[in-house]
């Protein structure tokens, strides 16, 4: 079989190797982590499983910090190899879904993540000698099941500095009360992150496109209609935001709860399959376009992940917006200060905004096309080089031109984007707010399908109680993909948790209303 490489262009939305001493935003995404509980039901060919809310503990906490320390965001990668066959996984190492699944026959009980960002379910083998992590979650027993079937095909997957290997396995799943027949699953034979040691989770349960799954193995929902479970091709999340409720949401696999939505669905194609990805507009702030995706970006709807994220030029427009403190950028001050009347007399004068920092010298030109790959984070950048200037200078030119359209005088203009330049996030991408002036924050919004969609403060922002104290993170973290992939957004949790979120793979579309 001739292999083919693909590049991993979605990285797990969670900062890598945080710097700051509040230990609250490197928890950050476990404040969020949910509990599917082992109880769920079907009726009428729906499968519905109940989400509970988890707490936090140390353990929790040191995982997802473990797990940054391993897989940095800018610059992560992340194989995974099947017999030659090499195709893109997701690093879901601090997803928030656990869900308690039977393999075999007697069902064995493993917990795994419920992730719409990879395709393959996974749990650690009676086969795995030498990973202390395999000993410390249940291990799956292949002569225990009586619908057990060999299969052998070796995989492994490659998670920054951890790794999974293992071989694939047939056997019966259960989840709640419905039996997914001979399901091919991988069991892992050597887990060598110190991440798989200190997680709750024992394995994953992907459902994205096969088209990303590891070995060509169908994803659980692909199963289910295959072997006609479903009352309809499609499975739906509502996740519960109200931090007083006992309920964490809803997974329902063939069908949609109508009391978990308002309104009705608007539904928008697949662009891509792989990832649940689709185009998406601009995001608006109090109503007014932030100009980078005024043309449209990618979007990938992820429940692996309990952020926003989205291209650094956006994102330090929204951390001004709401006052959010980042870190102050030297090259992108510098680049202000000595090219922004530069920049803005070329703007002014109708120069192609994608040729400005070609012609200022920060970004090489061909004369046809720009060189740039397109605007990279300066964030985090060791070497101050050519790269970090030129995509500095391109981040300047889009706020520069937003200001222009808003008539503001050159005064007004630099000064703004000198502002923006201190709100560019931190080097692990997280960013604090005030949480007394949540209520004065502005609006933010995405337009998707020719809609907006809006997320208020309360919507975005995260509370963190530590210590006794609470601190406020804002929900956008810096995420910078390149194209022809990008620019992409990552809409998370704090996307689905105001949006009730359909995923139709009969008709490859997902549909977003409002929830209830």
């Known amino acids: 079989m001739a292999g083919r490489r693909r590049r991993t262009d979605h990285q797990l939305l969670l900062p890598a190797g945080s710097s700051t001493s509040t230990a609250c935003l490197w928890a950050l995404s476990c404040v969020l982590l949910l509990l599917l509980r082992a109880s769920a039901h079907s009726d009428g060919g729906l499968l519905r499983v109940g989400l509970s809310k988890r707490g936090l503990d140390q353990h929790a906490l040191q995982a997802a910090k473990v797990a940054r320390q391993e897989d940095s965001l800018q610059h992560g990668r992340l194989r995974a190899s099947s017999t030659g066959d090499d195709v893109p996984l997701v690093d879901y190492l601090n997803t928030q879904y656990y869900g308690v699944v039977g393999l075999g026959t007697p069902p064995q009980n493993f917990t795994v993540i419920f992730d719409t960002g990879s395709s393959n379910l996974w749990v650690p083998s009676s086969k795995c000698y030498f990973s202390i992590a395999c000993y410390l979650h249940p291990r799956y027993k292949s002569a225990k099941s009586s619908t057990y079937k060999k299969d052998g095909e070796t995989c492994k997957i490659t998670y920054g500095s951890g790794s999974i290997a293992g071989f694939f396995s047939y056997d019966d799943v259960l989840v709640g009360d419905l039996t997914v027949k001979s399901q091919k699953f991988i069991e892992t034979t050597r887990e060598s992150s110190i991440t798989f040691i200190i997680g709750k989770f024992d394995g994953i349960l992907g459902l994205g496109y096969p088209d990303i799954s590891v070995g060509k193995a169908p994803p659980i929902w692909q199963s289910m209609q295959e072997q006609n479970l479903l009352a309809e091709d499609v499975f739906s999340f509502w996740l519960n935001r109200n931090a007083d409720a006992e309920s964490g949401g809803e997974l329902v696999f063939g069908g949609v709860d109508p009391d978990h939505f308002k309104g009705s669905h608007t539904y928008v194609p697949v662009s891509t399959k792989g990832y649940w990805q689709f185009n998406m507009g601009d995001l608006l702030i109090d109503g007014q376009s932030t100009g980078f995706c005024a043309k449209g970006c990618a979007a990938i709807v992820d429940s692996g992940t309990s952020l926003l994220g989205g291209p650094t030029t956006i994102i330090a427009q929204v951390n001004e917006a709401i006052g959010a403190a980042g870190i102050i950028s030297q090259e992108c001050k510098e680049v202000v200060s000595q090219y922004g009347e530069m920049i803005l007399e070329l703007l002014i004068a109708q120069t192609d905004p994608e040729r400005v920092c070609s012609q200022v010298g920060l970004c090489l030109f061909d004369g046809a096309q720009s060189v740039s790959k397109g605007i990279e984070s300066v964030v985090g950048k060791e070497n101050l080089g050519s790269d970090v200037m030129c995509s500095a200078c391109e981040m300047a030119v889009v706020w520069i031109e937003n200001q222009l359209r808003e008539n503001k005088t050159k005064e007004l203009i630099l000064q703004y984007a000198n502002q923006l330049c201190e ?28 809609k907006t969609f809006t997320l208020t403060p309360e919507q975005y922002i995260v509370k963190l109680e530590q210590g006794g104290q609470t601190v406020c993170i804002s929900g956008f973290m810096a995420y910078d993909v390149p194209p022809p992939r990008g620019p992409l957004w990552i809409l998370g949790d704090v996307f689905m948790g105001a949006y009730h979120t359909v995923f139709d793979f009969g008709n490859d579309r997902i549909g977003f209303a409002e929830s209830a």
């Open 423 to 450: 709100r560019l996030p931190s080097p692990s991408g997280e960013s604090t707010v005030s949480c007394e002036d949540i209520s004065t924050m502005p609006n933010l919004a995405f337009t998707i399908a020719n």
